[in-house]
């Protein structure tokens, strides 16, 4: 072995390379032959899988499943307003009760009831799969709650003009609506990042897929801006939208006042659906589950 070795130096030696050379260009070589193999698993994977099709504008994309009657957790009264609700991970569904200053916490079978109790709580987003943000109606502050150990866990006070009308999340970051503005918020540091200004006063906030859906306060105008162009888009519905929620395709199920409508991925064109049982509810909350595959929705 000494042997083999002092030949071995003397053959780099002879070839003017040092051990610490030939160590990094063995390193490199490694290196490549590790990239290489990466890159060829994430091609076989992009092969493997298949790209979603959109859904083609039907008349009727949807059937009622069943439905629940929530009135004896929330009761039968005006106390127990609705405003808002938000579909989780785990499939609870997170219920604004601004006259009960409560959010009510239970499964979509009305099953495993719990609460926490906020002040008017009046919209509310999903953070991830164990937080949300809720607006209270009586403050400008948004609030974030841990929904497992039922405690507050920051409050964010943005400079704003008058109070939210809606939120929603994107990118990791929460939007709300301002005076014909949205502003893009980090909730980690609660600093206002980006400021969008909109022709109109936003409401209905909805974000999905690098795109900020909302409508006018008063009109039957449709609006998204895109981050990719950085522009605003407009689509003209038949009668003023109440609630939307974006499919697993990217097209967008927006309930009127009169009828609900199913808009096509690129925001282009929309179809007025069939009525159903489902669409009578006339939701003033609507949620997609895409583990699930279904819409959940509150009617009051």
């Not at 929530?70 to 601004?98: A, E, H, K, R, Y």
């Not at 409050?155 to 990118?171: A, D, F, G, H, K």
């Not at 949205?182 to 006063?201: K, M, P, R, W």
Request: glycine share 4%; charged share 25%; net charge negative.
């Amino acid at each position: 072995m000494e042997t083999i070795g002092i030949k071995t130096t003397e053959l780099l030696a002879t070839m003017g390379i040092n051990n610490g050379l030939l160590m990094a260009k063995m390193e490199e070589v490694l290196q490549n032959m590790m990239c290489q193999r990466c890159q060829r698993n994430l091609n076989e994977q992009d092969k493997q899988e298949e790209p979603k099709q959109p859904y083609k504008l039907i008349q009727s994309i949807l059937a009622l499943h069943y439905q629940t009657d929530l009135t004896l957790i929330v009761g039968f009264d005006w106390s127990g307003l609705v405003t808002d609700m938000v579909v989780m991970d785990n499939g609870s569904l997170v219920v604004c009760l601004p006259r009960q200053d409560r959010l009510l916490i239970c499964k979509i079978d009305g099953s495993q009831v719990d609460s926490i109790d906020v002040d008017e709580p009046w919209y509310v987003t999903v953070i991830n799969s164990s937080t949300v943000a809720v607006i209270e109606y009586h403050t400008y502050c948004i609030e974030m709650y841990d929904i497992k150990s039922k405690r507050k866990i920051k409050s964010i006070s943005p400079n704003r003009e008058q109070l939210c009308s809606n939120i929603t999340t994107l990118n990791n970051k929460l939007i709300v609506s301002d005076n014909d503005r949205l502003l893009v918020i980090d909730h980690h540091t609660g600093e206002t990042e980006q400021i969008i200004q909109t022709s109109c006063y936003p409401e209905r906030l909805h974000g999905s897929g690098g795109i900020l859906f909302y409508c006018d306060r008063k009109g039957t105008n449709l609006h998204w801006y895109r981050y990719s162009d950085d522009r605003h888009h407009t689509l003209t519905l038949p009668s003023p939208p109440q609630g939307m929620t974006t499919l697993e395709d990217g097209s967008l199920y927006v309930r009127c006042t009169d009828e609900a409508v199913h808009v096509s991925h690129d925001g282009r064109q929309y179809i007025t659906v069939r009525k159903t049982a489902f669409d009578e509810l006339n939701p003033p909350s609507i949620s997609y589950n895409s583990k699930e595959r279904k819409i959940v929705t509150i009617s009051i």
